[in-house]
């Protein structure tokens, strides 16, 4: 996502002697495939005492009070898997991470290669059906083994995502993609910047991959979904929205793109994605919700003071994601997206 990240995003970790309480424990694991290994950031409920680090903390962003390595209480567990956007990372969705963790949920993030700041691969990041597979996999990963994370209530798991990600947490959901619907007359229907991104993600270019990407992708063990700002997400056939079996929150940037932002090529979603699954998904499911003051990055981590003159130093023009778009700052926006996340996690995986 940013091109200063592989020199920004180094963590720094500031350690302080604490009891746990209801501290959340941390820890990265690799899923192995010869083919595809798969880096993943684990965030659970914990009932050790240690000391808290800050985790994905930098020069730039704030990070999340967490106990690395912990032992995870061993009860069973919602899961959720949260997929990032593209040339973002598992770092990006920290703060979404740790307060879902401190609520009770096993958190699980992959990086998905191809798409990450630190693996920008065009060939991986053409194979777009690997996306939900990744989060697959980690569902696989934590219920073959309770102690990565703890006990994993397998009828209570849930996918949500961020721009591409929020693309990939509907995929696995159920929705089925098809790139004839966005790629003729792109430039015409949906400008040169998404078009731009559309063609990096290898849309369109692949008989062979238009046909994988027409497939279903989804998980059935899949109990509910949330998105972030996503996109892309007009390919979406309407029948495959209209069928949606689970329950799924659709939440959307209320300022919509920042057109300062617009410029950098970075973002193939406005509320324009959102509202066109919203319009087709089933109605009684499917809540619609837009968080006002907020820009597509605004559902990144919180920016520390002087982020954006570090940002501009290193990257010109990329400070960007450190805006919000109103009067609000990305904590009170943090706060509400947290809110209604968890409000409709509790009716949709209910405790049985």
Known sequence: MLKFAATLLTTVLSATAVLAGDQIGFKEITVADASRPLHVALWYPTDAAGPLVNVAENGVFYGV???????????????????????????????????????????????????????????????????????????????????????????????????????????????????????????????AVACKVFAELGLGQSAGATETLRGDLSDQRIGAAVTLDLGPARGFTLESLARMRVPFLVIAAGADVDKATATQGQIAATNEDSRYI???????????????????????????????????????????????????????????????????????LPEK
């Not at 990600?165 to 790139?179: H, K, L, M, S, Y």
């Not at 003071?305 to 609000?328: K, L, N, S, Y």
Request: charged residues 25%; aromatic residues 8%; contains cysteine.
């Open 278 to 348: 919203a319009q087709h998904l089933p109605k009684a499911t499917s809540p619609y919700e837009e968080i006002a003051d907020s820009l597509h990055f605004s559902f990144m981590q919180i920016c520390k003071p002087g982020a954006v003159e570090i940002i501009r130093e290193e990257a010109p023009g990329e400070e960007f994601v450190c805006r919000d778009g109103g009067t609000r700052g990305r904590q009170a926006i943090h706060e509400e997206t947290v809110r209604m996340i968890t409000a409709f996690l509790g009716k949709s």
């Open 65 to 191: 009070a967490a106990i690395k390595d912990a032992v995870p209480q061993q009860d069973a567990h919602p899961l959720i898997v949260l997929s990032h956007g593209y040339g973002g990372s598992w770092r990006n969705l920290s703060w979404l991470a740790g307060a879902l963790a401190q609520k009770g949920y096993v958190v699980a993030v992959p990086d998905h290669p191809g798409t990450t700041f630190r693996d920008r691969d065009p060939a991986k990041a053409a194979r777009l059906w690997e996306r939900p597979r990744d989060l697959s996999r980690s569902i696989d990963a934590l219920i073959a083994d309770p102690q990565l994370a703890g006990g994993i209530a397998r009828d209570r798991i849930a996918a949500i995502g961020h721009s591409l990600g929020g693309w990939t947490a509907a995929e696995i959901a159920g929705a089925r993609f098809d790139a004839d619907l966005i790629m003729p007359d792109c430039d015409k229907r949906f400008g």
